[in-house]
């Protein structure tokens, strides 16, 4: 019997991940390969990947959140992950997926051991739930690393971020330190200067887009600038 299947693959947003985990494509090279030996049929339909977001961000999943509607329409009866962390690394939400997969119909098999996800028992959902804290733990401790190595960087008088508007980004051998930039430092004094004059968010972004002033997404200035927050991120 031709069983469908369906893949799903999120890429990794850690670097401390093996290489296909860091790529949807291979990932979904490796699940069609997976769905051959076993004799599966995987349409082109029945790929769902999210590129580049955070197994915690549940609402930004959103392939995720269309390959579960397709569950539920019984579109296909089988779902193939690289690993169960590829579907949540949220120790609190997993528990929940793997339900609503199986109420579905829908079995979860994972190619890079092999194995079919059993959640058919209290001890194989015990287990299942219990993968799935080790990777929320793994998560928390790389996100806590992280966090002290931009601190360290930061207390070096590194930067610890990305791009700041009225600012260049400079490298040498110590790390990566900021620099002003003059022209759109003049940028920012022009901008308070408008409002320090009183004029309100919509009329300072007309007279900026009028005197064609470079704004730092390079798409021209909106009224929705918030002007206190400059000097933060750019895209």
């Not at 008088?157 to 430092?185: L, P």
Request: with cysteine.
């Amino acid at each position: 019997m031709n069983l469908r299947a369906a893949v799903y693959a999120r890429k990794s947003t850690e670097q401390n991940v093996s290489d296909d985990a860091k790529s949807v494509t291979r990932q979904v090279e490796l699940a069609r390969a997976f769905a051959d030996t076993k004799g599966w049929t995987v349409a082109d339909a029945q790929v769902y990947t999210d590129d580049g977001v955070s197994g915690v961000m549940a609402t930004k999943l959103i392939a995720r959140a269309r390959m579960l509607a397709a569950a539920a329409e019984e579109q296909f009866s089988l779902l193939i992950v690289r690993d169960l962390d590829r579907l949540s690394r949220d120790d609190e939400e997993f528990p929940g997926l793997v339900r609503t997969l199986r109420e579905a119909g829908v079995a979860v098999w994972c190619y890079a051991d092999g194995q079919r996800v059993e959640s058919g028992t209290a001890m194989q959902r015990g287990m299942t739930s219990m993968k799935a804290i080790f990777a929320s733990a793994e998560r928390e401790a790389a996100q806590s690393r992280a966090q002290e190595a931009m601190r360290a960087k930061a207390t070096r008088g590194h930067v610890a971020g990305g791009k700041v508007f009225g600012y260049t980004n400079t490298r040498d051998a110590s790390g990566v330190h900021r620099i002003v930039n003059d022209t759109e430092s003049e940028i920012i004094r022009r901008l308070f200067e408008l409002c320090a004059d009183g004029l309100g968010l919509l009329r300072i972004a007309k007279t900026l887009n009028a005197e064609h002033v470079p704004s730092p997404t390079g798409h021209g200035w909106a009224a929705s600038v918030d002007l206190p927050r400059f000097g933060g991120h750019r895209g």
